[in-house]
């Protein structure tokens, strides 16, 4: 079951890899630097487990994989962008991202923040494409979603709290809310456009929304557990950087122990909401437990 | 007639004023020093001339106010997300914004990156909301121009090549490639906005086109000219900082007078584009004698 899971994720990001680069630009011009940096951000790996999820929901609704795989590479896009601006001297100061340099460290502050800016409008327009869906109307309504989902009341939001909070000040519930903005508002977007794509009911919509905040939380609080007992080597960044820098984490808060019961409470609930699909959700089912199992 | 357009700006302005502080985030939460530096930068004022184009251009389509208005502020809000991107230390480092203090000045660093980022998503929320207009098609085409506007092949394009070019090298196609992209793609997708909305011929459309691009070299030269002429204290922000700094501009390409008869000689070519409208594009017409004759 678990070879399963991963032998699909890992053919979702061989093929992320090889659609993104269709997606970014490349140009000879005076801002080649620009195209370069976006590349460079957009192409270093990672999990892509958001784009596992936009494809994998929309597979429940058999939609067609030219459709999802163009919101897949845009939502990975739009994540990216965050990264590239999480990383920056005046957000968390990261020197490494995926094991390589990030795209400040690797070029500048100036083309970091250009790229991050470009990333985004390339998410918006990818999706705003008509190759993307023929109705103009299930475009709008993804697009809207995503803005929702990466703005002030979503990622831009939490990634805001988390910088300003004050560690001392952070309850169970603060940190909640700012892990569902910040990391949970674009897992929710993820399986909500699958949804969207392939015409879901209510009842199932609601249903994979329910599974995504589930699984945001237990991916975020498994990201805290992984950070405060991960080895740096093994995660491609930098680790017990939160410790360190005496920030509020679910496991500053909960202790170790409660955060790994938790994280595999949420994971257990997420798969319970997925009770309506059959064995073309078992993808799904196994990505939750990869969530709190994954050691990187 | 110079009376009327003045008047007609005013009022749009004041109604963008009105209308944007509601599009705007201000909850009590934690996050709120974002909200803060989101209403700051977008309601310090401006000309509005973007909105002011929206709004016009739909107007010869008879489009409905709700709905120009809606895209009109958005457009102001993505216009303002790049004026906070592009003050920033990293960028063109600039202390002084329509008079008062920019957002890093006055927040800080990080509040500015991250109100810039907000911001640019609520444009795109705005837009694809169904308030803007019934049909999906019309907002995912209005979503679509506008993420190509502002990304890679537009506005931060153009702010890249305009930090990264060597003054020595740029010539005359390469700065107006430049200023198309960094101000004029923007300026042009106010002009098809309005385009867009009214389900105008491809013939109408072309012709707003053509005016908007002439239209918007027109007023980089123009405020080249007032950068290299004019007062700090009348324009808001700090001036005679390009030629300081020895960035090439039309002005140091072509010289004072010269950039005057190009600027005067764009604005007569964008109003020669409007001759298949009637009256109902005076306000058009009299923005592109304004875009040359105005002191700040």
Redesign the interface.
Known sequence: MEDKFAKALRQTADLMNRELSTFL?DHE???H???EA?RYATLSGGKRLRAFLVIQCADLFDVSRDYSVRVAAALEILHT?SLI?DD?P??DDDDLRRGIPTVHKKF????A??A???L???A??II???ETHP???????L??K???A?????M??????D???DPEEISMP?ITR?QQMKTGALITFACEAGAILGHASPAQTTALRAYAHDLGLAFQITDDILDAEGEATEMGKATRKDADAGKATFVSLMGLEKAKIHAEMLSRQAISHLSAFKENADLLRDAAIFTVERNK
């Open positions: 630009p011009s005076p801002e630097q620009l195209h976006m962008y601006h920056l005046c957000m500048d502050e100036t083309i923040v250009l991050g800016d470009a985004q409008s390339l918006f327009e705003a494409n008509p109705s103009g109307s299930v475009r709008a309504a697009l809207h995503l803005a929702l990466s703005g002030a009341h979503g831009v939001g939490g990634q805001t709290m910088i300003y909070s603060t700012l």
